[in-house]
């Protein structure tokens, strides 16, 4: 049976996305629609990424921005009683970053836009980092969920 919304928003972010231990970088989600999500990351002081001051090095924030996609592509997914495929970063044109890192406890909202979902499984996002009213970074995000993950990952592996 499908989730509502808020029942969805409730769920903790290692029921959204696949991301474990380290490599998990974002800490919930506060909004999302058909088209947006909204959430939250705390930057580390003490984690593998942080630098002799504490802080996270700004080109991290496109895994931020790409976590929240997959939390979007979950959620949506997840309101229809089903669940996300697995997917990829394609890449991005340009990610422009604000500033050189994203200081030791600096509570982070990243923002995400869908801009295309084709059926094939490709999808662009426009994406920003915010703390506080200010903007610390911004992209576009291309991703890819094939329909055959695993075949996917093989044929990536063999070529």
Known sequence: MPLTHAQ???QPIEA??????????????????????????????????ADADGAMPAWIGIELMAQA???H?????????GRARPGVLLGS?????????????????????ELLR?????????????HG????????IKVFQPPDFQSFIEGSFSS
């Not at 592509?73 to 009683?81: D, K, S, T, Y």
């Not at 970053?97 to 406890?105: E, R, T, Y």
């Not at 009213?133 to 576009?140: K, N, R, S, Y």
Request: charged content about 20%.
């Open 16 to 49: 959204i996305i696949p991301h474990r231990g380290t490599m998990l970088l974002i800490d919930g989600v506060d909004a999302f629609d058909e088209d947006t999500l909204t959430a939250r990351a705390t930057v580390d002081a003490s984690a593998w990424y």
């Open 8 to 10: 969805l928003l409730q």
């Open 73 to 81: 592509v979950a959620l949506l997914a997840m309101r229809g009683g």
């Open 93 to 113: 044109r340009s990610y422009k970053a604000l500033q050189p890192a994203f200081a030791g406890g600096a509570r982070l909202a990243i923002r995400i836009v």
């Open 69 to 71: 996609i997959a939390a």
């Open 133 to 140: 009213d200010g903007q610390c970074a911004e992209a576009v």
């Open 118 to 130: 084709s059926e094939e499984g490709h999808g662009a996002y426009e994406c920003t980092i915010h």
